[in-house]
Nanobody
Framework: VQLQASGGGLVQPGGSLRLSCATS????????IGWFREAPGKEREAVSC????????HYADSVKGRFTISRDNAKRTVYLQMNSLNPEDTSVYYC??????????????????WGQGTLVTVSS
């Protein structure tokens, strides 16, 4: 199982970016795919998750209304559209996949597979 995150870069405050997480296999083989981020000197935190079975989504309070997670089964890719970015969003973003159901979507320990990170820098 491989996950490939991409789409990071430098963006000005108020700008947008779309991250992509390409999977080596069918998305339907997972229970959920999520995005986490880790800023320098801070713990890794959950950003969003999409459940494969019903496409239900979850978001951290800090990104609600600004970020949108979606999937394209044909392309085996999960996206994170990030709008209204601010400097506090600067982090390395990781995508991860769960092989089983959980009530605790935001716990990194529930995820079995991780991609490499992609750096998002929000700065003027």
């Amino acid at each position: 199982v491989q996950l490939q995150a991409s789409g990071g870069g430098l963006v000005q405050p108020g700008g947008s970016l779309r991250l992509s997480c390409a999977t080596s296999g069918s998305i339907s083989g997972y229970y959920g795919i999520g995005w986490f981020r880790e800023a320098p000197g801070k713990e890794r935190e959950a950003v969003s998750c999409i459940n494969v079975s019903d496409s239900s989504t979850h978001y951290a309070d800090s990104v609600k209304g600004r970020f949108t997670i979606s999937r394209d089964n044909a392309k085996r890719t999960v996206y994170l559209q990030m709008n209204s970015l601010n400097p506090e969003d600067t982090s390395v973003y990781y995508c991860a996949a769960r092989a089983s159901w959980t009530v605790n979507w935001s716990s990194a320990s529930e995820y079995n597979y991780w991609g490499q990170g992609t750096l998002v820098t929000v700065s003027s």
